[in-house]
């Protein structure tokens, strides 16, 4: 099993920046690409990033060049870096861990705020 828990989210201004962690713990040996999706309120859940082993990511074009996602692997560790934010970055931020056999695991969720 893989046990995943978010942090760092809370109100944030139109323009300014936030930055989230995930952390992971358990059998984390398994996990090959982390990612970060959101649930905006009475929206369904979508991608927002994707990071492999080896650092490549990839975006949701609505976040592209104001996001960045990166891991540390010594620390077991995912980031979603925001920049300039928007109202409608609002959501409930999840970590997503990808195993083999298309295990997927997730965490609890973070809620993020924009508004002023």
């Known amino acids: 099993q893989v046990q995943l828990v978010e942090s760092g989210g809370g109100l944030v201004q139109p323009g300014g920046s936030l930055r989230l962690a995930c952390a992971a713990s358990?059998?984390?040996?398994?996990?090959?690409?982390m990612g970060w999706y959101r649930q905006a309120p009475g929206k369904e859940r979508e991608y927002v990033a994707t990071?492999?082993?080896?650092?490549?990511?990839n975006y949701a074009d609505s976040v592209k060049g104001r996001f960045t996602i990166s891991r540390d692997n010594a620390n077991n560790t995912a980031y979603l870096e925001m920049n300039g934010a928007k109202p409608e970055d609002t959501a409930v931020y999840y970590c997503?861990?990808?195993?083999?056999?298309?295990?997927?695991?997730w965490g609890k969720g973070t809620m993020v705020t924009v508004s002023s």
């Open positions: 358990g059998s984390i040996y398994r996990i090959s690409a």
């Open positions: 990071i492999t082993p080896g650092g490549t990511s």
């Open positions: 997503r861990a990808t195993a083999p056999y298309g295990i997927n695991y």
